[in-house]
């Protein structure tokens, strides 16, 4: 199929634009785009500075794709905004380029669901497969790891980091790392459980599901510290690959401050 553009829309010449594009009225696509194979903008959408746009996203009225990253040190410097493929991106999604702090790129990864009024700010990195519910907001340089769940009206604070397969409930403020494979809820959230949804959804063996169990009740119920509790899952020979990823997040936050691992980085 053609490139179709909505003569009600302003497209400049020098963007990028490959085969089977729709791009309907009123949109703005500056000259600095790359939209790749099928994707598809509905009406009013604004795609302006540096953007690569992998094939197959869908675009809807009101976003705004690459605008400058709401950072008051922020000088103008070249960066980016990185799209992967088959993106379902809703209303009014705000997603901001990087800085001159970090890579200078906020990337967003494959077959992931923005829902309405979502924010991505600068330099966070999103990965594959997330859902953002409506009204969630990412503050500067977070990281969203695969298969993780974000529910409505969430808000998570800067350099923080969400873990793989991790569920955070609606109107949750999340101020420290959320470690994979959790259900976390709260202001300020916590993890109440594991993600058996998730897990069972994703084929997770009930044998795994069992020690993630058995970790978080001895992290988080008995206490026992993370050294301890890897010692006893050792014993009972419940360390998986997946209960040292999880492990080994839960004591990389102590690197951080304020249990955020990437805290780190803010000074250098």
Request: glycine share 10%.
């Amino acid at each position: 199929m053609a490139v179709y553009i909505s003569p009600l829309a302003e497209v400049d010449p020098r963007a990028v634009i490959e085969d089977e594009v729709y791009i309907g009225p009123f949109c703005v696509v500056g000259p600095q785009v790359h939209l790749g194979l099928g994707n598809r903008l509905e009406s009013h959408v604004t795609i302006k500075g540096r953007v690569q746009l992998g094939q197959f996203n869908h675009i809807h009225p009101g976003a705004v794709i690459g605008g400058e990253p709401q950072d008051l040190s922020f000088s103008g410097s070249d960066t980016c905004v990185a799209i992967g493929d088959h993106n379902v991106i809703r209303e009014c999604v705000t997603i901001n380029r990087g800085t001159q702090k970090e890579s200078g790129v906020t990337r967003v990864g494959s077959h992931c669901f923005l829902m309405a009024c979502c924010h991505v700010a600068h330099d966070c990195v999103v990965g594959d497969r997330v859902v953002m519910a409506n009204g969630t907001l990412l503050g500067g340089h977070v990281h969203v790891h695969d298969f993780a769940s974000l529910s409505g009206g969430v808000a998570v604070h800067h350099f923080a980091s969400v873990g793989s397969f991790s569920f955070v409930s609606g109107l949750s403020r999340v101020v420290q790392d959320v470690p994979p494979f959790m259900l976390c809820d709260g202001v300020p959230a916590r993890p109440r459980c594991i993600n058996v949804v998730a897990l069972k959804r994703n084929d997770f063996s009930t044998e795994v599901i069992e020690a993630l169990a058995t970790a978080h009740r001895l992290i988080y119920r008995s206490k026992v510290g993370v050294e301890h509790a890897r010692d006893i899952l050792r014993s009972e020979n419940k360390l998986f690959t997946e209960v040292i990823q999880l492990v080994s997040f839960i004591d990389g936050q102590q690197t951080g401050r304020h249990g955020r691992a990437r805290d780190v980085r803010r000074a250098a």
